[in-house]
Every structure is written in structure tokens, then in C-alpha cells.
């Protein structure tokens, strides 16, 4: 049994939690509560065991038991899973993780070298076997990875120029922006790019971005070149196999991001997730050597899969073991 503590209970972390809950080989040794507020309130709720970080006092005013503090949660902890806002990750490590030697899995928002290896499952999960400490990449350079990656073994990439189109706030924030604006990303190439490089080396990609008045997910434009001549169909075939990629398309109505999440709601999985990248069926063109493609990336869920299975990896346990039983827990296809 893996014993998984959580650092940073917000977007990710609390859907990581409840993750980890649904493995029968993991147990949540418990989460920290950096401040009181109703997402702490909610796991206390649902019997998660909570941690303090100076503020017992405040924590217990308000009702929430508390079983320690973070010095106890790390000493209870095979490994944490910190999902702190970017930056802090590197702190924690450095303050806490190397000195009470616990491994620790970090998030895209930290710079490549707070890991030893940047990770996406089915890209190059071997790499993290047995590491310390690994970064599972932003949601953006995931659902890059994914596509490409599938792209590059099936017919070979020579290049990639992708624009994404990124939400501005999680649905649950009320206090980013803009809310009536497009703001390019006035950096280039911009670091989704080379992000994508700590996962694929040695890829050709070039990235631009623009911030959107939206919440629900991240829109890609993928243009790839690749080795020879290919035909629509058969690009249509790699991706359909690849896993943890969804084909959607025109005729099941699935128009934009909202009709993607309203369908995310009704496979009833917890919270209306949709960890897989989404591809437009008839978004896909092919021009000789040329792939075309537009995707969406649920930013809340995506990298959600992937903190499980560099849990695993972590732990020892290979591949083969660990990709199918995360899909399958977490009704991934
Ligand atoms: P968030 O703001 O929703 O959650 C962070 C949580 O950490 C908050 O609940 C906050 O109270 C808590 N916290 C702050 N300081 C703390 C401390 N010192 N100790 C313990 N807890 C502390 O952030 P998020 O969106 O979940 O992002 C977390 C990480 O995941 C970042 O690296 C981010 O870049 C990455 N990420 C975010 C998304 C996304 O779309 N939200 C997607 C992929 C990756």
C-alpha cells in the first residue's frame, strides 16, 4: 500500500485525493490545510484526514478535526503529491521533502528542474521508475504530449506549430480576468513549447498563445509536419487508438468546450471531469505531409491520471501495472 499525502488542496490537489482514494493499492494518508475555507470544509466532510500548518487553533474554531500537523503528515507519507501554486513546490522541496527524505511528485507550475524527470504516462513513464522526485507537466504541455507523441510514433514528426487558446480562470475563481478581452501571449515562442521538449526531446515545436474570457478548457491548433504523405483517415485511426484521447465530433453535437463538459456531466464521472485530450473529428485535415488538428484540454482534470501513475512509478511498479488500472479506476478511455 502507498501512503499519499497531498500538499495544496485547490484545483488539482483535491481532485488528485479523491484519485487516490479510488486505488486499491494506495491509501490517502491525509491533506494540509494551508487556510479554512469550504474546499477544506468539504474533505472534512467526506472524512479525509486533515493536517494543519500553523493555524490548528482556526481549523479547530471551525469545527474541522485535526489529526496533525504537516511535520506528522510527512512522517506518515510514503509520498506527497504537491499541488501548491507554481513555485512554492520548489520551496517545499527544499525545505521539508529532502530534509524528512520523502518522495514527492510536483505540477506543471514549477520549473522542469524541481524533478528529475517531467512526466506524461504514455509518453515516457519509464523515465520516472523509482525517482525521488518527479514533475507531472502543465495541462497545456500534456495534451501536447499526448497528441503528438501518438502523431510521432505512428509517422514520424519532423515539426509541430500549435496556438493554444487558454482559458483565463478556473471555473471556481472569481478574481482572474480578463472578462471581456483577448490578450496574446507576448512571448515567443511561448513556454508551452519548450516544455513539450522536456517530455519529447529533441521535437521540433513552436508554440504562441492568446488568454480567453473563458473557463471551461484550453483550445489547441495543431499544425504537423511530418516524415511522408499521409491520408486523413489513417491520422484518424492513430489517434482514435491512441488512449487518454477522445475523438469527438460535429455529429454527436459536441459543437465547442460546452458541449464537451455538459457531455463530461453526463458520463457522470465526480465533478464532470474529462481527463482525456478531445479531438475534433472533422477538425482533422491533411495536406500531403501536413497534419492539421483542434483539440480541447480540460485543464482542471487532465494531469489528474497522470499524478497516479508517477505515484506508481515512483513506487517501482512498471507500466503495464499501473496506466490500465488508473484508466480503469477512474473510467478513463
Ligand atoms: P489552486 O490555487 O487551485 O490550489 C492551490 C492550493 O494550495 C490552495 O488551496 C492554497 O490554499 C494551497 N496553498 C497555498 N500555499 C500553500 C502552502 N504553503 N502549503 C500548503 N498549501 C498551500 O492551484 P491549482 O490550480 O490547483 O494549481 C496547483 C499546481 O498545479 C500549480 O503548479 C499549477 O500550475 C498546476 N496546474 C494547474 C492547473 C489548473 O488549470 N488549475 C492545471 C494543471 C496544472
Known amino acids: 500500500m502507498i501512503n499519499v499525502g497531498v500538499v495544496g488542496y485547490g484545483t488539482i490537489g483535491k481532485r488528485v485525493a479523491d484519485a487516490v482514494m479510488l486505488q486499491d493499492d494506495m491509501k490517502l494518508a491525509g491533506i494540509v490545510a494551508h487556510s479554512y475555507n469550504f474546499k ?3 474533505a472534512s466532510l467526506k472524512g479525509i484526514r486533515i493536517f494543519s500548518l500553523g493555524n490548528r487553533e482556526l481549523l ?3 469545527g474541522i478535526k485535526v489529526e496533525g500537523d504537516f511535520d506528522s ?7 506527497i503529491v504537491d499541488a501548491t501554486p507554481g513555485g512554492l513546490g520548489k520551496e517545499n522541496k527544499e525545505k521539508y521533502y529532502i530534509k524528512k ?10 520549473k522542469a528542474d524541481v524533478g528529475e524527470s517531467s512526466f506524461v504516462a504514455q509518453v515516457n513513464y519509464d523515465d520516472a521508475l523509482n525517482k525521488r522526485y518527479v514533475r507531472v507537466v502543465s495541462c497545456n504541455t500534456t495534451g501536447l504530449s499526448r497528441t ?14 500549435a496556438t493554444l487558446i487558454r482559458r483565463a480562470a478556473d471555473p471556481g475563481e472569481s478574481r482572474k480576468g480578463p472578462i471581456n478581452a483577448l490578450v496574446p501571449t507576448l512571448e515567443l515562442p511561448s513556454h508551452h513549447g519548450p516544455d513539450v521538449k522536456t517530455v519529447i526531446p529533441g521535437i521540433e515545436i513552436f508554440t504562441t498563445a492568446i488568454v480567453a474570457s473563458t473557463t471551461l478548457m484550453h483550445i489547441h491548433t495543431l499544425s504537423v509536419e511530418v516524415r511522408k504523405e499521409v491520408e486523413r483517415e489513417d491520422v484518424l485511426k492513430v489517434l482514435r487508438k491512441a488512449p487518454r484521447i477522445r475523438i469527438v465530433s460535429k455529429e454527436e453535437r459536441i459543437n465547442s468546450t460546452a458541449e464537451i463538459i455538459e457531455f463530461a456531466r453526463d458520463l457522470g464521472r465526480g465533478r464532470g471531469d474529462m481527463p482525456e485530450v478531445c479531438i475534433w473529428k472533422e477538425g482533422i485535415g491533411v495536406n500531403g505531409r501536413s497534419i492539421f488538428l483542434i483539440q480541447a484540454v480540460h485543464q482542471e482534470s487532465i494531469v489528474v491520471p497522470e499524478n497516479i501513475d508517477a505515484i506508481r512509478a515512483m513506487s517501482g511498479v512498471p507500466f503495464e501495472s499501473s496506466f490500465k488500472k488508473t484508466n480503469e479506476s477512474l473510467r478513463i478511455e
Open 148 to 161: 503528438i507523441n501518438a502523431l510521432d510514433r505512428a509517422f514520424g514528426v519532423v515539426n509541430v506549430n
Open 40 to 42: 477544506i470544509m468539504a
Open 73 to 79: 503528515l510527512l512522517d506518515s507519507a510514503d509520498i
Open 60 to 62: 479547530e474554531k471551525n
Open 101 to 110: 527524505d520523502v518522495k514527492a511528485v510536483f505540477q506543471g507550475g514549477e
